[in-house]
């Protein structure tokens, strides 16, 4: 962007679904979701100032209506900065055409050159971006399985974890950081 190297962006279809997900896990109105006028406006979530207009990928400029604090994102997730609230629509339009697409090939080990057929494609997120999932351990079924399994994870689990393929190239490797739920079974 036009503002600093990179800039994260979320919409208001993820922060409703985000809002939602921390309901469950027993946080009631974390989050107030700004409003969005137009397709081409933007909210800074939790900057210092606003900058008007902001440049995104190589032809998208939004208008930066407002700052917006939510202090949920502040204390929770420390690393994101620059996270800008964009419309569903820009959203998609950004994970969609500017996500890394890689081009794979394998090679014939007889041949040296490329296997026929052997053509594939990877997807990469960029290297800060910020994901979240819940975990519920449900006590309803099987208490002493479920206890089980949040003390593994618990104890095993700490700071860093792989996802995916290409662990060699230093691809897919998450910082965690765990939020209990307000009832401990989140």
């Known amino acids: ?25 027993g946080f009631s109105d974390e989050i107030t979701l700004p409003i969005l006028e137009n397709e081409n406006d933007a909210v800074m ?8 207009k902001i440049l995104l990928e190589d ?5 930066v209506t407002v700052t917006v ?8 997730f420390k690393d994101i900065e620059h996270l800008l609230l964009v419309s569903d629509t820009l959203f998609d339009h950004i994970v969609t055409n500017c ?9 014939d080990h007889e041949t040296g050159t490329a296997q026929a057929g052997a053509l594939r494609y990877e997807e990469m997120l960029p290297s800060d971006t910020a994901l979240y999932v819940v975990m519920h ?24 974890m792989q996802v995916g393929g ?21």
């Open 137 to 160: 351990y449900s006590r309803h079924s099987n208490d002493i399985q479920a206890s089980m399994i949040r003390e593994f994870i618990e104890t095993n689990i700490k700071d860093f």
């Open 1 to 25: 962007s036009n503002i600093a190297p990179f800039v994260m962006v979320t919409s208001p279809a993820v922060l409703k679904r985000f809002q939602n997900d921390l309901l469950m896990a």
């Open 45 to 52: 979530l939790n900057w210092q100032k606003t900058h008007g």
């Open 99 to 107: 996500t890394q697409i890689q081009t794979q090939i394998k090679i």
């Open 166 to 186: 290409d662990e060699t190239l230093g691809r897919g490797i998450c910082k965690l950081d765990w939020i209990p739920g307000k009832d401990g079974d989140v």
């Open 69 to 76: 604090d939510i202090p949920f994102l502040t204390q929770h």
């Open 59 to 63: 032809a998208v400029v939004v208008d």
